[in-house]
């Protein structure tokens, strides 16, 4: 993982009730994170192409996770 | 969503090969990549405090996960 920041994953696993959260731990979740957030970001980019534009929408976003969910 | 910074959430968008990213994308895929990581996360902190452990370990995580997706 590169672009999720791992202190805020650690934030995240501690707000759902951790007291203490390893750093493998941290980075377990923020790698798995990026993969799904790469899948549906190809899916909605795909989608944003069909439809014959260059940028990406809200609406190109929502119907790739249905798909892809 | 309040801990996943956009800017990176926009950055995998792009990466992905779009060519420009609405704010309402990013915060789209922000806001459910955050979900998505709190459920696992509440799945990993109760796996760790049923294995009588207050640290959070890459393995409840993972099997986290498998419970999840």
């Given at each position: 993982?590169?672009?999720l920041?791992?202190?805020?994953?650690?934030?995240?696993?501690?707000?759902?009730?951790?007291?203490?959260?390893s750093?493998s731990?941290?980075?377990a979740?923020?790698k798995e994170?990026?993969?799904w957030?790469?899948?549906?970001a190809?899916?909605?980019?795909t989608?944003?192409?069909?439809?014959?534009?260059?940028?990406?929408?809200?609406?190109?976003?929502?119907?790739?996770?249905k798909?892809?969910a």
């Open positions: 993982m590169s672009e920041p791992i202190a805020q994953i650690g934030r995240i696993i501690k707000n759902a009730g951790a007291q203490r959260v750093e731990a941290e980075e979740l923020g994170l990026e993969q957030a790469e899948k549906v190809i899916q909605a980019v989608l944003a192409k069909h439809a014959g534009r260059v940028t990406v929408h809200a609406s190109d976003i929502e119907l790739a996770l798909e892809i």
